[in-house]
């Protein structure tokens, strides 16, 4: 089992810049793919960015603005979000997958959720960028 608790939402203007951070607790084989999802409201829930053991990965409308990152040590993903705008708004989650997992399925979490689905979630943070 694993607990996920996300830390570091808030409210910035369009332009600004947060750093989300989750922490991992139970056993760190269910942190092989982690990743970020958020839902704004009225919306589908998304992905938006994860990471496995050889690299990171993201939604089309964050690259270059986002960066997810992983801490093995502390257990903890983090994402480093930049000249945020008010699309970006909404609850983000983190969330893991049991075990190992195979090659590309990290990618497709994010890309095709209703197919490859994760297992652990957190409660979410609550961003709000203002225009």
């Known amino acids: 089992q694993v607990e996920l608790v996300e830390s570091g939402g808030g409210s910035v203007q369009a332009g600004g810049s947060l750093r989300l951070s989750c922490a991992a607790s139970g056993s760190s084989d269910n942190t092989h793919c982690m990743a970020w999802f958020r839902q704004a409201p009225g919306k589908e829930r998304e992905g938006v960015a994860s990471?496995?053991?050889?690299?990171?990965m993201y939604e089309d409308s964050v690259k270059g603005r986002f960066t997810i990152s992983k801490d093995n040590d502390k257990n903890s993903v983090y994402l480093q979000m930049n000249s945020l705008k008010p699309e970006d708004s909404g609850m983000y989650y983190c969330?893991?997958?049991?075990?190992?997992?195979?090659?590309?399925?990290?990618?497709?979490?994010?890309?095709?959720?209703?197919?490859?689905?994760?297992?652990?979630w957190g409660k979410g943070t609550l961003v709000t960028v203002s225009s």
């Open positions: 990471i496995d053991s050889d690299e990171a």
């Open positions: 969330a893991s997958r049991a075990g190992p997992v195979r090659g590309g399925y990290c990618y497709a979490a994010i890309h095709d959720p209703l197919h490859y689905g994760m297992d652990y």
